[in-house]
């Protein structure tokens, strides 16, 4: 009898490490970060630069947001920004633009130009949805042409143009401030304020955890798995669409890749704050930490005036330390059951 | 017929002058962590003669053929090919020798060709290291055509269904040039032509002095083909008998050890089926053009139905259709008196149907806390929108309370419950809300003693409180322990249902 106790015991010490290393390595890599940067740029650990680094986070944070949802099902949208950058040419083609700007619009009035763009990035979340639930198109091979899908549109719109005008409501999003606060960085902490409440404590948040952690036993527990990932996918390309509006209203402009980066970024910042990529496990306070490590690893980087092509290798190499954790975390749980 | 000579070159056992056996094992026994699945027993086999090889599941067959075939290096007793004693330390040393097998478990590659698949690991090279694809295909062609089969070798594995998989897979070791052909039921998933057209292909086999040892379920098939038959009960070899001198009664009584061992659980009950209890899920000549043909049958309030069938019948198959998974080609299900058609799991679950998997990994969440477990197919009954964990841990408290689920803690991970447990947390998910229609495919099975008593306690106080259930099991005892009615499936189709009177392990063994 004691042995078994014994062993049970060790068995659940190996688990909590195991599931803490998810929670804890992020962590520990933003502590050092801040600690590191804190003592080589004396501008660092400001609030003015904390703020800053909110700010460069708050796009890629609701990206993140609706990413967090589809790897918590073990899926995976490789079509963020591009849909991000399609719906924020959209919102762009709904308005009336300067007139030495070349591109045909349907100008209308803002409230219905927002309206018409978040059906459209609906639209483009239900065309993945179908056709990863109801054809059967794995998701990375589905958003990958999507991505393809959402880079057209953007070319069509645009025609190698760039766009300047938005929708008051969105320009106040994008660039507006309260209280010496950015718009964009509230909408970003809603979004992640929401979508934490929505997966903890709602029903469908839990099918989305169920059905990450045992597709199968999900299903043959009478969940409605298909509706359920189609539902992940079309809330990634709701945020994705918003996160574009809200991102040219930040950047001032559309125009054809103007979202290149945030693909990678945004992944990044869900993996990194330890989401399992086989799902089930994670959430937004994980993805809340990783988009902390890479705004401050960015912000860092670019105070302590390194190589930047330096910068592009330590980003990639902190990456990989990521993957290896979060893998290794899984196994390690897997083994100890 | 030219298409059955070796592609390989000739067999390395010399020929035998008189009529001493090909292959002779002496006193083998095998365990596996202390249990004896062998208990030194001696088999042989004669030069061109076709072997059946008979017993239940678990006596020992597979085992003792994986020994045969090198696959299993480590064992007692002695092993004696042409006379001459020989050891395998691995299947290619065995293949080597001349022995060939075609495992229970298929073991095709889906995603290569049907060529690439026959010619597995031994593609033709030309010179310079390139393979012979022409010479492939063309070959590949025609030893399946001789087992009457029209298959382009250059369609993918996978897209075949599973008959002509097996009976690829098959051509290629009966064209491999062994000189002992071991085939451990290969005959499941086909057809009956398909049978007729193997059986063929192994009377040629045999008429050029090959030997052939052949594990079925498919007691006729066995006394048809076989030139002896040898029975295995519990690791023993009961007898070798020529198949003339065996009626299919006579191989039953051998395999279940009539008379002399006491009658114990699960070995034969009374059955008491009835007609006048109503009908709650009435399945009507559903199939889903593969596995499953044409089934109908009844599940009627308060009564347990057994379906028992060998692996591949199709009652897996069967159960899926019934719980809203896996594709109806013909047929239709009525649930209480109207037609019903369940495109997902999630509509069978909320009209009242619900279903437990042969595999409990199929429906538990290891890592998740038991309440979750439990609370999962009742989610939406608890919850419209916000989760109430508190009551999610009440209502499973309480299942743990009734069944007696060990530790008794809501709030661990399932992972560290004993199977039996396990099985029980299974069941508590569709205990909260009685349902219409249970659904048990292999309830009982790998439980200890203990546990399953339990589980079967808990089955038929579930039957006593009106559910509808259906119990589907490949094991006799299973379905003997738990039902009311029983229906015999075999190869998709209903073989024998059986309503009320006496009913013994022997009766379905004769009807699957
Ligand atoms: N690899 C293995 N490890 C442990 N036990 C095994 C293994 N293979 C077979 N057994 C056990 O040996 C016994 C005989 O199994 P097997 O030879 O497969 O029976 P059969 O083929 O007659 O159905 C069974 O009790 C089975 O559980
Ligand atoms: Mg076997």
């Not at chain 1, 099918?207 to 990450?212: L, Q, R």
């Not at chain 2, 056992?13 to 026994?29: I, K």
């Not at chain 2, 020989?86 to 889906?110: C, N, T, W, Y």
């Not at chain 2, 198959?317 to 999630?346: H, I, M, Y």
Request: glycine fraction near 10%.
């Amino acid at each position: 009898m004691a042995d078994t106790v014994d062993i049970k015991s060790t068995r659940s010490v190996k688990r909590f490490l195991a599931e803490q290393m998810r929670n804890i390595a992020p962590v520990f890599t933003l502590i050092v970060l801040i600690l590191f940067f804190s003592l080589q740029s004396p501008v660092f650990f400001t609030l003015d630069n904390a703020l800053n680094i909110l700010a460069n986070s708050s796009i890629t944070g609701i990206i993140a947001v609706g990413l967090t949802f589809v790897i918590l099902t073990a899926e995976i949208d490789l079509s963020v920004a591009a849909i991000a950058n399609a719906i924020g040419i959209t919102v762009a083609f709904f308005t009336m633009q300067p007139e030495y700007v070349n591109i045909n619009t349907w100008p209308m009035y803002g409230g219905l130009a927002i309206i018409l763009t978040l059906l459209a990035a609906f639209g483009l979340g239900s065309v993945t949805a179908f056709g990863v639930t109801v054809i059967g198109i794995p998701s990375f091979i589905m958003t990958l042409a999507m991505m393809q899908i959402a880079d057209g549109l953007s070319a069509v719109l645009v025609r190698g143009q760039i766009a300047y005008n938005f929708p008051d409501f969105i320009v106040m999003l994008g660039s507006g401030k309260v209280f010496g606060l950015r718009w964009s960085i509230i909408v970003c902490l809603i979004f992640l304020l929401v979508a934490h409440l929505v997966l903890k404590y709602t029903r469908f948040g839990r099918y989305v955890y169920m059905v990450g952690g045992n597709r199968e036993a999900a299903e043959y527990s009478g969940v409605n798995v298909k509706l359920i990932i189609a539902s992940v996918m079309i809330i990634s390309a709701m945020c994705s669409g918003i996160a574009g509006m809200i991102g040219v209203a930040y950047f001032g402009s559309a125009q054809q890749n103007g979202f290149n980066d945030f693909l990678l970024t945004a992944i990044a910042a869900v993996v990194l704050g330890g989401t399992s990529l086989f799902g089930g496990r994670g959430g937004i306070g994980n993805t809340i930490v990783g988009l902390l490590v890479l705004g401050v690893l960015n912000n860092g980087l670019d105070l302590i005036q390194i190589d930047s092509f330096l910068k592009i290798l330590i980003r990639g190499l902190i990456l990989l330390a990521a993957l290896v954790i979060n893998v290794y975390a899984q196994k390690l749980k897997e083994s100890s059951g | 017929m030219d298409s059955l000579e070796n592609n390989d070159g000739g067999t390395l056992v010399p020929p035998l002058q008189d009529g001493s056996p090909l292959l002779e094992m002496r006193a083998v026994t095998k365990r596996f962590g202390g249990i004896a699945a062998l208990n030194s027993v001696d088999f042989s086999i004669l030069e061109g003669e076709i072997h059946g090889l008979v017993g239940e599941n678990g006596a020992g067959k597979s085992t003792m053929m994986k020994i045969i075939a090198g696959v299993h290096a480590d064992f007692e007793g002695e092993m004696f090919v042409a006379g001459q004693p020989a050891q395998f330390h691995s299947a290619r040393d065995a293949l080597k020798a001349g022995i060939g097998m075609v495992h229970q478990e298929l073991s095709i590659v889906p995603d290569l060709s049907v060529a690439e698949n026959v010619f597995l690991g031994h593609q033709p090279v030309r010179a310079g290291g390139i393979i012979d694809w022409g010479y492939m295909n063309r070959t590949a062609r025609e030893q399946i055509a001789s087992l009457g089969l029209e298959i382009d070798p250059t369609k993918r594995m996978g897209s075949l269904p599973v008959g002509l998989q097996q009976l690829v897979e098959l051509s290629r070791v009966l064209f491999s040039g062994a000189r002992i052909i071991i085939l451990d039921e290969p005959t499941s998933a086909l057809s009956p032509p398909e049978v007729a057209r193997l059986f063929d292909a192994l009377r040629q086999l045999r008429a050029q002095g090959r030997s052939i040892i052949f594990i079925s379920h498919f007691l006729d098939d066995v006394l048809e083909i076989s030139d002896r038959v040898t029975v295995f009960r519990n690791g023993h070899k009961v007898a070798t008998t020529p198949a003339a001198e065996l009626t299919k009664d006579e191989v039953i009584a051998q395999m279940i050890g009539r008379g002399s061992a006491e009658m114990t659980m699960g070995e034969e009950t009374e059955l008491c089926g009835d007609d006048s209890h109503p009908v709650v899920v009435e399945v009507r000549g559903i199939g889903d053009g593969m596995a499953l043909k044409d089934v109908s049958l009844s599940l009627r309030r308060g009564e347990i139905t057994g379906v028992y069938g060998f692996m591949g019948c199709g009652q897996i198959e069967l159960s899926r259709a019934l719980f809203g998974k896996g594709n109806l080609r013909s047929g239709q299900v009525f649930l209480e008196g109207s037609p019903v058609r369940f495109r997902t799991t999630a509509t069978a679950r909320r009209a009242g149907i619900a279903y437990v998997p042969e595999n409990r990994r199929m429906m538990l969440f290891r890592t998740e806390p038991v309440f979750k477990n439990v609370s999962i197919a009742i989610l939406d009954r608890i919850a419209r929108l916000v989760l109430r964990p508190k009551e999610e841990q009440r209502i499973t408290g309480n299942h743990i309370e009734d069944l007696q689920i060990r530790p008794p803690r809501t709030d661990i991970a399932l992972g560290n419950l004993s199977g039996g447990n396990q099985q029980k947390v299974a069941l508590a998910k569709w205990l909260t809300h009685l349902p219409k229609a249970l659904i048990l495919v292999e309830p009982t099975r790998g439980m200890d003693v203990g546990a399953k008593e339990d589980v079967i306690r808990i089955v038929k106080s579930l039957r006593d409180k009106g559910v509808a259930i259906l119990v589907l099991s490949t094991e006799p005892e299973t379905i003997l322990t738990l039902a009311d009615r029983v229906t015999v499936m075999k190869k998709g189709l209903v073989a024998r249902e059986f309503t009320t009177g006496h009913l013994e392990k022997a009766d379905l063994l004769a009807a699957a």
